[in-house]
């Protein structure tokens, strides 16, 4: 499964109504929100992945507690927030509390709701990754290379894309209407996100610019 079919499936809309009834906020953010999320946290633990230690860890964390079960059970998203804060705090370390603010105001979740929707979503961000990491029997030396590659072909398909449900959900919440990619605000996100945005950026200091400033050198 791509990460695109992982952002327009039924677990990302399972996810979704559960966040909006608990929060009251519209399913439309959480799932953009989560377009955003999920190559963001890839990107970071990819990164981490160039660490053997780090790796060894990821690679441990993936075979005990992720093993993609909660892509056919989106209930637990909600039971494992806590898990999923814990998971936040690893990821982003000391950038986590800017992270949260720039998505707040890039999304319009509230920021005292954007850490708790965020601590959701990780659980589900970190069984996918558990499941690509089974179905391609990846110990931890390979994994920089499976989140790579995770990341390369969701780009790509988002490139092939030119108009999708989820396009058109990033383009109302995320304010599409700037988008210099053909019209399809997924590219912008994820091309910037992978790095590969270079001058689509917007130079209105956009959630792309945002997002890659973020990444900095990482």
């Given amino acids: 499964m791509s990460l695109i079919?992982?952002?327009?499936?039924n677990t990302s809309n399972q996810v979704a109504e559960q966040a909006e009834n608990k929060f009251g906020i519209s399913r439309n953010q959480i799932i953009a929100l989560l377009a955003v999320a999920?190559?963001?946290v890839i990107s970071y633990l990819r990164n981490k992945s160039q660490d053997a230690k780090e790796a060894e860890a990821l690679n441990n964390a993936l075979d005990k507690d992720h093993d993609g079960s909660i892509l056919d059970d989106a209930s637990q998203a909600e039971a494992r927030q806590a898990e999923g804060g814990s998971i936040l705090d690893h990821v982003f370390g000391s950038q986590k509390s800017t992270v949260e603010n720039q998505l707040s105001q890039n999304t319009g979740i509230s920021i005292d709701k954007i850490g708790p929707v965020l601590a959701m979503l990780a659980p589900v961000i970190?069984?996918?990754i558990g499941k690509e990491k089974q179905q391609n029997n990846v110990g931890a030396g390979g994994l920089g290379d499976l989140l790579g590659g995770i990341l390369g072909n969701a780009?790509?398909?988002a490139q092939?894309?030119?108009?999708?449900p989820l396009n058109d959900i990033l383009g109302s919440v995320l304010g599409g209407g700037q988008s210099q990619s053909g019209g399809n605000p997924l590219n912008d996100i994820l091309g910037s996100v992978l790095g590969g945005?270079?001058?689509q950026q917007?130079?209105?200091g956009?959630?792309?610019?945002i997002l890659g400033n973020i990444l900095g050198g990482k």
Avoid: I
């Fill in 160 to 164: 092939a894309q030119q108009s999708s």
């Fill in 126 to 128: 970190m069984g996918y």
């Fill in 38 to 40: 999920a190559p963001l």
């Fill in 197 to 199: 945005g270079g001058g």
């Fill in 206 to 209: 956009g959630l792309g610019s």
């Fill in 202 to 204: 917007q130079q209105g």
């Fill in 5 to 9: 079919d992982l952002l327009t499936g």
């Fill in 155 to 157: 780009s790509n398909q």
